[in-house]
Structures are given as structure tokens and as C-alpha cells.
């Protein structure tokens, strides 16, 4: 099967699907970029931790993978090189995570406990559930991790809780 060059763009926006050059970044109707502008609420920790794996995707990871996709062009036909394709796949999704990266990092919204009566990101909150008292942090949507008691401003249970 041939390719023909052109990647199947599905958004979750109210425009329709659509088919774009590969190689050519998605637009929005008007022209700019698709990029996630939605603020990433982050507490500082969570911030230096997206900025060190920036770093490490930038400084380390690409530079490995352009080495990989230079020594597997040296093994010849490209076609039918496996070694190649893996590169060029990995090449990738590193090149995504670190477009997302560097969008999380560009809207970041850094919060801290204030101390608040009220709950809010930032804050820890104990529910008493069927399985005794569980603690929770309220933390944005990129922090969250549930097994480990950081639940999102965005999920059910985080949204019903904010405020109160």
C-alpha cells in the first residue's frame, strides 16, 4: 500500500474531521494552530517536573532517536527497514509529548493552599466512604493520579467537592 501523504485529523471540536498533508501542522478554519489553550493548573512541584521532562525529551531523547534514524538509513532500502520505521515512530511521539509538554508548561496556572475554608485546587479533603476516611488532594487535571489520592478539579467526585 502506497502513502499517500495525508494524516485523518479527529478533533473533538465543532468542526469536522479532516484530511491534512502529513508534515503540515493542523489549523483551526481560521488559520491558526491547534493547540490546547486551556489553562493547566499545576502546583510548582508539578510544573518542575513537566519542565525536567522537557528537558530530558529535548536534550536526550531526540538527539538518540535522530542517531537511530541516521544509523538505520545507513542499512540501505528504507522500504523494508524495520529498524527505520521504529525510529521514525518513536521520533514521533516524542515530538508530541514534547508539543504537549511545551503547551501544558505555556498555559500553566500555579496554585498553592491558601488555607481556605472553602475547598479548592490545592486543597486536602477527607470522605468518609464506605471503606472509612480516605484523603484526597484537589489537584488539576495533568497532576491527577487517583491511586495515589490526587484527584482532579475536573473529575465528578473533585468538581462536587470545590466550593464547599
Not at 80 to 109: H, S
Request: proline share 5%.
Amino acid at each position: 500500500m502506497r502513502d499517500r501523504g495525508f494524516v485523518l485529523l479527529i478533533t473533538t471540536t465543532s468542526w469536522p474531521a479532516t484530511a491534512v498533508p502529513s508534515g503540515r501542522w493542523p489549523r483551526h478554519p481560521g488559520g491558526s494552530p491547534l493547540v490546547n489553550n486551556k489553562p493547566s493548573y499545576l502546583s510548582r512541584e508539578g510544573l518542575d517536573k513537566l519542565r525536567d521532562e522537557l528537558a530530558e525529551l529535548k536534550n536526550v531523547r531526540r538527539p538518540e532517536v535522530a542517531a537511530r534514524i541516521s544509523d538505520a538509513k545507513e542499512h540501505g532500502d528504507l522500504s523494508e527497514n524495520a529498524e527505520y520505521e521504529d525510529a521514525k515512530n518513536e521520533q514521533a511521539f516524542v515530538e508530541g509529548r514534547i508539543q504537549t509538554l511545551e503547551a501544558l508548561i505555556k498555559n500553566a496556572t500555579l496554585f498553592e493552599h491558601t488555607g481556605s475554608d472553602h475547598v479548592q485546587i490545592g486543597s486536602t479533603v477527607e470522605l468518609d466512604g464506605e471503606d472509612g476516611v480516605e484523603t484526597f488532594a484537589i489537584v488539576g487535571s495533568t497532576e491527577a493520579k487517583p491511586t495515589d489520592g490526587r484527584i482532579s478539579n475536573e473529575s465528578p467526585v473533585g468538581g462536587a467537592l470545590l466550593g464547599r
